[in-house]
C-alpha cells in the first residue's frame, strides 16, 4: 500500500524536512542529521535549488540515508522524481489528478490531510498513511486523538509546528508512526 511508505515510516520516526539552497550546505546537513542518528531526509522543493540538491545529495549519500522529496504538489514533480529514483515523495495535499500517477510511481508516498473528508477521500482510494499538515493549526495532539477513534486504521505523519519539546507527545500516539519538520535542521 502506498508503495510500502510504512516501512520508511516504522524506520524513520523523525523525519527531517530540509529545505536547501545552495551545494554549500549540503555536507553540513548530512554531518548535522548523521550526528542526530538519522539516516533520512525530505528535501523540500521550495528553493530554485532543490532538484540539484537531491540529485547531488542522493549521489553523495543515497547509500546511507534515504533521500525523499517534499512539498511535491504536481504531477510533472512525481515524474521527475520517478526518473531520479528518490527514496520517498511527501505532499502537502492531494489532488485526482496526482492520485494514480503516485500509485504507479512505485515510490512510497505520504499524501497530506488536514479534515475528516480529506482523510475519507484517501482512504476511499485505499490508502491508509497520511502526512497530518499543518498539525498545529488543524488541532494537534487533540485532533489526532479524535481521529484515532473514529479513523482506527489510519496512521499518520504529522508535520507543522513540530518541535523539541513537542515530537515525543506527538509519537507517542497510537496513530502516529513518525513525526516530520523543519524543526531538526535550522
Ligand atoms: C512540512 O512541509 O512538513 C512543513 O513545512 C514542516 O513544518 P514546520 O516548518 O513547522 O516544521
Known amino acids: 500500500m502506498q508503495n510500502n511508505i510504512l516501512d520508511i515510516l516504522e524506520r524513520n520516526p523523525i523525519i527531517p524536512v530540509v529545505s536547501i539552497h545552495e551545494e554549500s550546505e549540503i ?6 542529521l548523521s550526528a542526530k542518528g538519522i539516516t533520512c531526509i525530505e528535501i523540500t522543493l521550495r528553493t530554485p535549488y532543490a532538484w540539484e540538491a537531491i540529485a547531488e545529495f542522493k549521489k553523495r549519500y543515497g547509500k546511507s540515508m534515504d533521500v525523499g522529496v517534499g512539498t511535491v504538489i504536481s504531477v510533472q514533480q512525481i515524474n521527475k522524481c ?3 529514483g528518490v527514496a520517498f515523495m511527501v ?3 492531494l489532488t485526482s489528478t496526482m492520485v494514480q500517477n503516485l500509485e504507479h510511481s512505485g515510490i512510497p508516498f505520504i499524501p497530506g490531510v488536514a479534515t475528516p473528508s480529506e482523510i475519507i ?3 476511499e482510494i485505499g490508502w491508509r498513511y497520511f502526512k497530518f499538515f499543518p498539525a498545529n493549526l488543524y488541532g494537534g495532539i487533540e485532533a489526532l486523538k479524535s481521529y484515532g477513534s473514529v479513523f482506527y486504521e489510519v496512521k499518520f505523519c504529522p508535520t507543522g509546528g513540530i518541535n523539541e519539546s513537542n515530537h515525543q507527545e506527538y ?3 497510537d496513530n502516529v508512526i513518525s513525526v ?3 524543526w531538526v535542521i535550522k
Do not use: N, T
Open 27 to 32: 555536507d553540513k546537513v548530512y554531518s548535522a
Open 171 to 173: 509519537l507517542s500516539l
Open 180 to 182: 516530520g519538520g523543519s
Open 91 to 93: 505532499s502537502p495535499g
Open 82 to 84: 520517478v526518473d531520479m
Open 121 to 123: 477521500r484517501g482512504m
